[in-house]
């Protein structure tokens, strides 16, 4: 059961897996998108029809049990899926639902967890698989995988990176696991934090904030929702940006601006524009941008 990109490579490491026979897909309904709101399918969903295997699109998982009892799976493993499963379908095979969370639980439980990890700084995340219960990723932990964060992550490279190490400890893991060498671990919910969905408003940029919280921001919303601000009234996308040493800039003032980049003051030290994109205009470096958009020093953003 999957739906998201990160599910992706979990689905191919299990169907190219000698010994795994994978015997059906679940994921959600196509969506629409797009000015036009064609619907479109789910990235699992294009990848399950690369690999001839059967996907079944219910809108609501827990009305439409019986295909899951016709399908007779002995494991269940939970990709990015979506929806929570209901008893029921926890208790259907005989050796659980695996879930792949793209966190080291008990830390970042919920919808964000990658981009929650970069929005608080952190230098560490990884991924658990849990065994499955009723609850929001509560579930008894089988094992687990670390990865660094980088100074050159942002959430599209993270999440690539997780989704792989998320796939290969799926590989390892199930042999044990069904062979009931595993001892699960419970999570400790006094350790327990909340990752909770982004939405598109939160891409706004507050430059009373500190620069080292606001570039932990852009990095964790890029690629979606971005980081904006507005110039002459008109929004201004950030797409690259980084710490930049700068003195008395009060909040959103405009520093130096040149080819190395446009420097704006925050609450407590600068940022350092390398690339963005004027409202209805093409992404541009800074040095693009400066040739037809001059910024003397101290224009004000926001």
């Not at 921001?217 to 940006?241: H, M, N, Q, S, Y």
């Amino acid at each position: 059961m999957g739906t998201a990109e990160f599910a992706c490579p979990s689905l191919a490491a299990l169907d190219d897996a000698p010994g795994i026979e994978v015997v059906g897909i679940i994921t959600q309904p196509d969506r629409p998108k797009g000015r036009q709101l064609i619907p479109h399918p789910p990235p699992v969903k294009t990848e399950a029809a690369k690999r001839l295997l059967s996907v079944h699109q219910p809108e609501r998982l827990r009305s439409d049990i019986r295909f899951l009892e016709q399908l007779a799976p002995s494991l269940i493993v939970v990709v990015a899926y979506g929806q929570i499963l209901p008893q029921s379908i926890l208790d259907l095979p005989p050796h659980g639902c695996l879930n792949v969370h793209g966190s080291l639980l008990p830390a970042y439980r919920g919808a964000a967890p990658i981009q929650r990890a970069l929005l608080d700084g952190q230098a560490e995340t990884g991924v658990t698989i849990m065994e499955m219960d009723a609850g929001l990723d509560t579930g008894t932990m089988l094992s687990k995988t670390a990865t660094p964060i980088e100074p050159t992550d942002n959430a599209q490279t993270l999440h690539d990176r997780l989704a792989k190490l998320g796939a290969e400890l799926l590989l390892e893991l199930i042999p044990r696991h069904v062979a009931g060498e595993i001892t699960p671990e419970p999570q400790d919910d006094a350790l327990a934090t909340h990752a909770a969905k982004i939405t598109r408003d939160m891409g706004r940029i507050d430059w009373s904030q500190p620069a080292t919280q606001l570039w932990n921001r852009a990095r964790a919303f890029t690629p979606w929702p971005g980081v904006f601000t507005r110039l002459d009234g008109k929004l201004l996308k950030l797409l690259e940006v980084e710490p930049a040493d700068a003195d008395c800039l009060e909040p959103g003032r405009v520093g130096q601006a040149d080819a190395a980049g446009i420097i704006v003051g925050c609450g407590d030290g600068a940022l350092r524009i390398t690339r963005l994109q004027k409202e209805g205009a093409k992404r541009l470096s800074a040095a693009q941008f400066l040739a037809g958009n001059p910024l003397p020093a101290g224009t004000q953003l926001g």
